[in-house]
């Protein structure tokens, strides 16, 4: 990264001066850009007389005897008549133009084709040249030797040297952006050792100010920011991006890494998570998320920020201008600008940002010191589906649509809750949780059941993060309640997690609950409580708490609002056609739709199968999908793959 550094020195040296050769790109070129290049530059529409300044073919061209610039030759050129005459009609600029040059322009310019009309190219396509050091008296580095040699020849004298305490100051600033600490001056002053300066400077960049100071002038060119900048300007957290390029700094990255892996860090071969983040500077342009926006032109407009940026800032060149036509100053033209847009137009980004901070496509960041913990995760989630595989591989599985005759539909049911609760998290409401046995209490079947009291409050036992319970076809709650006749609770309520605890059914005093909307599957009126003193079985159709075939669910709770009661056997019950059961045949499976297929599917496996129907599966693709829906949808497996599970 010295070479940023050295760039940004370089720009500010001091410009043009007669004592000196011309230099074209340095001292020509702004003259020419600025007063002749509009009508005599590379942009055919507006050229005038046919003639080109900008190139040195055109411009030493012949036409007709008269050439605008013969090298070496003032009184042959006719530019230089031109520019020096006195008649309105003859004189560049012309009047009308409101452009004139200056008496410093003119000797510039008379200098440069006394010279031979030296041209250069752009100058951020001119590979630097080291120019070997003035040898001045006193000098003590190469940079002092140029600044001295000019100053000399300008008759000037150099300022005083500053101060220790300004000095230290200085280099502070320059260096980490931050003023020194007062016993920071006082050790640099108090160190009269030769070595004091190289000392403070390498230490100055070894500290990680240094990075941040130096990432800020970076973190502007890259547009970054910790907001959308459009319509309500939300976050954004793009802060990893910032982080990397203070790092990239502060461990002195290769420029030519710096660059690849920003513009196309994700598409290295097995990309490192630094090259990742990297690649987020294609993402620091701004994006909207307003309602009424077009997004293919939102899409346009992003592909157009990143192209300009790229341009702009690895070019050096205002790449803006080409974007309606071809650059009217610098070597661009529409068609070359359009043909490096289209590698920003493939971004995998939206159009609308959702006016969140983590627009997808996101990359998770792990947090220092979680490497080997993630490792081991890894491992431990390999050595878990290699051992997936070789259950799968066991099961002797025979497709019910091939048999003769075939399988008759038959009533399934399935336990939720029996002597327990399946591995999860379980909270209560109220007293711990108690089980009973039918020595101690009521129990309806198993060995034992729930049995809570609630004194004039809302009492429950909330299971849930369990393994999810899928909603089959047709599918119908039950649950089994002992209501106490002595003291029997004024509600009770069922309720369901999927993505929210939204789904409840209520008997009773359902005002005495009041989480959920009435009249919704938020909260659903079943009526009077059930007979006391007796278990009573209640039953509700799964889609009456708005829970559809395949939802997911991960948690239910047993709630009551005072009174004492027990509960048991709960589950769903359907009828099941193993025929036309995608849980249970594969055959029904593959005849879904490819959006329905497409839940049981993995993000990786939806991408690669996107569009491709099932006739059109080669032998090794129906292979890998038939694994995959043994080992993840279909319902006989739950035997083999139960253990694995757990």
């Not at 547009?223 to 991006?241: Q, V």
């Not at 068609?335 to 959702?354: N, T, V």
């Not at 997690?497 to 079943?526: C, F, L, Q, S």
Request: charged residues 30%; contains cysteine.
């Amino acid at each position: 990264m010295n070479f940023i550094r050295i760039i940004f020195v370089s720009f500010s040296l001091v410009p043009f001066t007669h004592a000196g050769q011309v230099s074209y790109n340095r001292d020509v070129r702004p003259i020419l850009s600025e007063n002749c290049f509009a009508c005599h530059g590379q942009d055919p529409k507006h050229r005038k007389a046919k003639l080109r300044l900008d190139d040195r073919a055109g411009a030493l061209a012949d036409r007709d005897g008269v050439r605008a610039i013969v090298p070496g030759d003032l009184a042959k050129s006719e530019a230089w008549a031109r520019i020096i005459s006195d008649d309105e009609d003859d004189v560049m600029p012309p009047p009308k133009s409101h452009k004139k040059l200056t008496e410093i322009d003119k000797q510039v310019l008379k200098h440069w084709i006394r010279e031979g009309a030296v041209y250069e190219g752009h100058w951020s396509f001119t590979p630097p040249q080291r120019n070997e050091a003035p040898k001045v008296s006193g000098a003590a580095n190469p940079i002092d030797a140029f600044l001295q040699d000019r100053l000399l020849r300008e008759g000037l004298k150099p300022a005083e040297t500053a101060k220790p305490e300004t000095l230290v100051r200085r280099l502070y600033l320059d260096l980490t952006g931050l003023p020194p600490k007062p016993a920071e001056v006082d050790a640099f002053v108090a160190d009269k050792s030769l070595q004091a300066w190289g000392k403070l400077i390498d230490d100055l960049m070894d500290r990680e100010t240094y990075g941040e100071h130096m990432a800020r002038y970076w973190l502007d060119l890259a547009r970054y920011a910790d907001t959308h900048g459009l319509h309500l300007d939300n976050e954004r957290s793009m802060w990893p991006y910032r982080d990397w390029v203070v790092r990239a700094f502060n461990e002195n990255l290769p420029f030519d890494e710096f660059t690849r892996w920003q513009l196309a860090g994700d598409l290295m071969p097995e990309p490192s998570i630094d090259q990742l983040i990297a690649s987020g500077f294609n993402r620091c342009n701004v994006t909207t998320g307003e309602g009424g926006s077009i997004k293919e032109e939102w899409i346009y407009r992003y592909a157009v920020d990143r192209t300009s940026t790229a341009v702009e800032v690895w070019m050096g060149l205002t790449a803006g201008c080409a974007v309606c036509h071809d650059h009217k100053f610098d070597p661009l033209s529409t068609r070359e600008y359009y043909s490096l847009y289209s590698f920003f137009h493939s971004a995998a980004d939206p159009a609308m940002d959702g006016n969140k901070k983590d627009t997808p496509p996101i990359l998770r960041v792990p947090r220092p010191g979680d490497d080997k913990r993630l490792a081991a995760l890894d491992a431990e989630i390999a050595e878990v589906d290699e051992r997936l595989t070789a259950e799968v591989t066991k099961i002797k599985y025979q497709d019910p649509a091939s048999l003769d005759p075939l399988p008759k539909s038959t009533r399934k049911e399935t336990l939720w809750f029996e002597d327990g609760f399946p591995k999860g998290k379980l909270q209560v409401n109220g007293p711990p949780l108690k089980f009973v046995t039918k020595k101690e209490g009521p129990v309806f079947s198993g060995k034992r059941a729930i049995t809570r009291t609630a004194k004039n409050a809302t009492g429950q036992d909330v299971f849930s993060e369990g393994v999810p319970l899928t909603i089959p076809k047709g599918g119908t709650f039950f649950v089994h309640c002992y209501l106490d006749p002595e003291n029997p609770p004024e509600a009770v309520m069922v309720q369901f997690y999927v993505g929210g605890w939204k789904h409840r059914v209520v008997w009773g005093a359902h005002e005495k609950i009041g989480w959920g909307k009435t009249n919704t599957h938020e909260r659903v009126d079943m009526g009077p409580l059930p007979e006391k003193g007796k278990w009573v079985r209640l039953e509700f159709p799964a889609a009456k708490v708005g829970l559809n075939p395949g939802h997911k669910v991960t948690g239910y709770a047993f709630t009551q609002f005072s009174g004492k009661m027990g509960w048991d056997h709960f589950g769903i019950e359907s009828t099941t056609n193993p025929v036309k059961d995608p849980t249970l045949s594969w055959k029904a499976w593959k005849g879904q739709g490819e959006g329905v297929r497409n839940k049981d599917l993995t993000d990786d496996l939806r991408k690669r199968f996107k569009g491709k129907a099932p006739g059109k599966w080669n032998a090794a693709q129906e292979n890998e999908l038939r694994r995959h829906w043994l080992t993840n949808v279909y319902a006989g497996a739950s035997a083999v793959l139960g253990p694995l599970n757990r």
